[in-house]
């Protein structure tokens, strides 16, 4: 068949031109929502941003490290109430936040790795469970530096210099947020990129096989482990810049459990994908869940249910479902056979 | 010391109402692989359907244990019909939707049963005390330990002396020899999520008097049964009831005696067992 490679490449930048579509849509949604004169509608965008952020460093562990985790929203607290503290104390440039809340992220995340990363599965899945319930029984006990139960309140606003104005205005914190959280993604995205991609790949694919080719595995699943704890202390200040308080819920199983679904929703070993997860289920929780007062979990438990079966794989397999539907016989004159690359293979059991 | 004993034997009624609830939850991850998030509603929608059916009589208190049972195994097979479209799909797919369930679950029960902790009104003879070892005991938490010791009797005597019993032992061991004599694996699968969610409906009503039932029930029991479970060893029913045991004196004698390390002591024993266990788990390194 002559026409099949011209047919081919068009089709491959068919697929490469698709590829833009989703940041494209995500970006021009973005400009509507600063545009718009609605400041609610900005706040609430702005407050997805921190779930979002932790989304991208659970599905990290979860998806990339192979890790189902619900542990991270230790580092993520950490990361909060460490900005909480300085911003109490009067330092209130949102880099430093955001340096420190990373540091304090990754910290945490290193030493609760070095025990946690010789587990897997259901055991690592567990060993999280119990990060998570300690850091909100930390939260909730270490009345001096979280306030307890009662958590911190009033928190100074951030500026960006020590010049600048705080960010108060909704607009303004809304793409300080959307920055911050785009900016997390695509670091956390080229990071993951290319032979480190393969290597985790081929580590969780065959962990023993990767062993027997010299691969010190654990010291690679610490590095990324302690990454996205780093990822999710970005998050924890991100927290405390859009919310301006914090209470030991905010750090506990049910956000630990919510973003573990939001990122199998999202096809966890896709990044973009955890962004797509995390705003799906903070849309269903927060906004829809406006119409019918109380029911929210009522709402997200019909979404998880409904994810499950219309989207195997995940919004990150998407894509690849649509370009799989039949398509009407005037579109395609011949079946060429060729076959389009299966969604990223998934190897969580 | 006496007051010590007390709490011992509290504990060890706790336990065994939770080791009848998370038995079924470990016998249905090691048979079918389904790790049910659901659990912990199904035991709080028993403990609500006892409440609501028992009026002081003791025929309204049995009933109240049949309902809960039945609405449990009612329970169990929607969970079975569900994830047996899941075959061959992730845990976390099957975490999402059994955990989507029971937000449904719980938010309908909620919705129904409203926010405050209920109790259930037991016979007169019940709400009593009895004298044990030269000090007041409540009577109905003796009658609980008596009916949720038959129950583990009966259960073991189910699981080893009957060809159920043993055909579900023989599917968390060997799958594939279960359906080379001509059993389907899957029948099986979905009899234990049935069968555990019968137990489950029953051990929410049996914990009704104790503890009460409200919208936190289920939560805490799922959690305590995770644990259990996990700490158990995967599949393992003796170790699931050893393990249940455990976390009951934990939660009564330890957090009495060590209170200022009440919320950690849970986690803390869990990580202990876990980071200390000798025999490996599903999906841990072998080194």
């Known amino acids: 068949m002559s026409t099949a490679p011209t047919s081919r490449s068009h089709r491959t930048m068919l697929s490469r031109g698709r590829q833009w579509v989703p940041p494209a849509v995500t970006v021009a949604a973005l400009i509507v929502v600063v545009a718009s004169p609605d400041a609610y509608l900005q706040a609430s965008i702005s407050r997805m941003a921190p779930f979002t952020v932790l989304a991208v460093s659970v599905a990290v ?31 209130t440039a949102a880099p430093v936040h955001l340096a420190a809340g990373a540091l304090a992220g990754a910290v945490v995340a ?51 210099a020590p010049v600048t104005p705080a960010l108060v205005d909704d607009r303004a914190v809304l793409l300080y947020a959307a920055t911050v959280t785009t900016a997390t993604t695509v670091a956390a995205i080229l990071l993951l990129h290319g032979p480190r991609r393969l290597l985790l790949l081929g580590a969780r694919g065959n962990e023993d096989r990767a062993r027997a080719s010299g691969h010190p595995v654990n010291r690679y699943l610490w590095l990324v482990h302690t990454g996205a704890g780093a990822v999710a202390g970005i998050g924890g200040a991100l927290l405390i810049h859009t ?16 973003v573990l679904l939001a990122v199998v929703i999202g096809g966890a070993t896709s990044l973009p994908g955890a962004v797509a997860g995390a705003v799906a289920v903070l849309t269903v929780r927060d906004v829809v869940a406006l119409s019918a007062p109380g029911h929210a979990p009522l709402l997200l438990g019909v979404l998880f249910v409904a994810a499950v079966y219309v989207l195997p794989g ?4 998407l894509p690849a479902r649509i370009r799989h539907l039949p398509r009407p016989r005037w579109l395609t004159r011949a079946p060429d056979g060729s076959s389009v690359a299966e969604p990223v293979a998934r190897s969580m059991s | 010391m006496d007051a010590n004993l007390i709490l011992a034997i509290d504990g060890i009624a706790y336990g065994l109402l939770l080791a009848i609830a998370a038995a079924g939850l ?56 569900a994830t047996a479209a899941l075959n061959r799909r992730r845990h976390l797919d099957q975490a999402l939707l059994t955990f989507g369930a029971a937000l449904i679950g719980g938010d309908l029960l909620t919705t129904i049963f409203g926010p405050d ?30 009916i949720a010791v038959a129950i583990a009797v009966a259960g073991y005597g189910g699981l080893h002396r009957t060809r159920a019993g043993r055909l579900i032992r023989a599917t968390v061991d060997d799958r594939g020899m279960v359906a080379g004599i001509g059993v389907n694996p899957r029948l099986v699968d979905a009899a234990v999520l049935v069968a555990s969610g019968a137990l489950a409906g029953l051990a929410g009503a049996l914990s009704t008097p104790i503890l009460g039932v409200g919208p936190d029930t289920a939560d805490t029991v799922l959690l305590l049964s995770l644990i259990i479970v996990v700490c158990g060893g995967l599949g393992s029913v003796p170790g699931a009831v050893a393990a249940a045991v455990a976390v009951g004196l934990v939660q009564t004698v330890g957090v009495t005696t060590i209170p200022g390390l009440a919320p950690y002591l849970l986690i803390f024993t869990m990580a202990l067992v876990l980071l200390a266990r000798r025999t490996p788990l599903t999906g841990e390194v072998h080194r």
């Open chain 1, 61 to 91: 562990v979860t998806g990339h490290a192979g890790l189902p985790t619900l542990g991270q929203v230790a580092p993520y607290a950490v990361g909060a109430y460490t900005t909480a503290r300085l911003a109490l104390a009067g330092i």
């Open chain 1, 110 to 160: 290193g030493v609760l790795g070095a025990a946690l990363v010789r587990y897997r599965g259901t055991v690592f899945l567990m060993l999280s469970l119990a990060v998570a319930e300690l850091s909100a029984t930390s939260a909730a006990g270490w009345q001096a530096v979280t306030g307890g139960t009662d958590g911190l309140a009033g928190i100074p606003a951030p500026s960006l």
């Open chain 1, 243 to 258: 919310h301006r308080w914090i209470t030991p819920a905010d750090v506990g199983f049910t956000t630990a459990a919510i």
């Open chain 1, 314 to 317: 995940g919004l990150a397999a």
């Open chain 2, 26 to 81: 470990t016998l249905a991850f090691g048979a079918g692989g389904v790790l049910n998030l659901a659990h912990g509603t199904l035991v709080a929608a028993g403990g609500y359907l006892a409440v609501a059916t028992s009026s002081g009589t003791w025929s309204s208190l049995a009933a109240g244990m049949l309902a809960a049972t039945a609405v449990g195994a009612a329970g169990g097979g929607v969970m079975a019909a």
């Open chain 2, 117 to 146: 902790i209920l109790r259930p009104r037991v016979p007169a003879v019940l709400e009593g005390t009895v004298i044990v070892a030269g000090r007041p005991y409540p009577a109905d938490r003796l009658a609980v330990l008596g």
